[in-house]
């Protein structure tokens, strides 16, 4: 995976804030989630164990960003 780019949460930022087209995927578990206090507003919540079967609710015309820990 070392071809795929990282983005920093201020590049991120700054593509949302020019109005390109970004969906985020929250790849956290649930465990995760529970105990975070922050949310991204719409994102996409699919745990990593189900992102095969998910695939098709992430939409194809922007670009796509996933969110770990």
Known sequence: MSDVPRI???GLKKK???GEGVTI???RNPQAWAQSDTMIPDAIRIPLD???DSVPRIPRNS???AYCT
């Open 16 to 18: 949302m804030d020019s």
């Open 8 to 10: 920093t949460a201020q």
């Open 25 to 27: 995927v929250d790849v």
């Open 50 to 52: 189900q992102l095969d």
């Open 63 to 65: 670009t796509v960003v």
